[in-house]
């Protein structure tokens, strides 16, 4: 086996409106990897309010990820 470190640190931010202060908690020369499902994301706003509050950085989406998948693409 190699060595190897690996430091993942987690910060969790809960509550109402919060999701507008995303943009506050990431670096301006930053990508931000937005993994979702299906298309209850955009139906429901919270995706709009997602971009909207990311607006300042490079965001690369990969929407339709299946619920518990159990195969990689």
Do not use: C
Request: hydrophobic share 35%.
């Amino acid at each position: 086996m190699n060595n190897f470190e690996f430091k993942n640190p987690t910060k969790i931010i809960f509550g109402k409106d919060t999701i507008k202060t995303l943009g506050k908690e990431i670096p301006a020369d930053t990508k931000v990897l937005l993994l979702y499902g299906g298309g209850s994301i955009k139906q429901n706003g919270i995706y709009d309010q997602v971009k909207t509050a990311l607006a300042k950085v490079e965001v690369v989406e990969f929407g339709g990820i299946p619920a518990n998948p159990s195969t990689l693409y």
